[in-house]
């Protein structure tokens, strides 16, 4: 399978979660250059598109985060139906959950439905986390050592360009390896799969805990956007239902393609 996008630049629908517009972590320049270079009939903002809890310790809004948002209106304009999923880091603007403002549209949670007859389930995440529902005071606490683990992130990436190396994520690189953030993971898994099963739904598509994935080890697919932050990955649908997984930083390419199996048992 080749690894240029160039092909896939006229898909069916675009999910994309978790990019935090207004923290300083936010890879906006990718986010716009991908964005640009694709044509789709849904673009889908799985929630955290803007960071409001760290807007709300310190202003930082560069012309590169303007650039996101006239992009996303810009295809609006164009004929791209917006669907707004808040997130806990936008969680203000679920509110406003049933209007719409402007050309987007604010929705809780939506069952998408593919060309080839799958029903999805898209919604946020952060109801599967149970540090967040049951003490916003550990949440907050959790989202300023994180911010401090990408800062330090920045840093190791600068150090790493000037040495010529391609971007590095330290903070995927520790999630793949502490056992608790494991564990975490694998709990909200499960989680996101009896969610889809309630509902009654093929599977589900969310983001969250930016970690890009796509599972068909059960009966329910598990579909997660990823993050602008640390992966750079978007999910996309073609005009013939395939859902693949794509990483757009310096380059495009594949990561994942829900498979065959999957396809034909939740036509």
Known sequence: MSDNLSFHRNVRTIWISDVHLGFPGCSAEHLTRFLSGMRCETLYLVGDIVDFWYLKKKRHWPQTHNNVIRTILGKAKHGTRIIFVPGNHDEAMRQYCGMQLGEVEIINEIVHETADGKRLLVLHG???????????????????????????????????GKLGLDHWSLASFLKQRVKNAVKFISNFE???VKEARHHQVDGLICGHIHRPEINDSTEVLYLNCGDWVESCTALI????????????????????TLPARAREQAA
């Not at 239902?241 to 390419?253: F, K, M, N, P, R």
């Open 190 to 192: 499960q989680a996101v």
């Open 237 to 256: 649908e073609h005009h013939d239902g395939t859902i693949d997984l794509v990483h757009s930083a310096e380059q495009q390419h594949i990561i994942k």
């Open 126 to 160: 952060d109801q599967f986390d149970a540090a967040v529902i049951s003490s916003p005071l550990i949440g907050l606490i959790g989202s300023k050592l994180y911010d401090s683990l990408l800062n330090l992130n920045r840093l190791v990436n600068w150090g790493r």
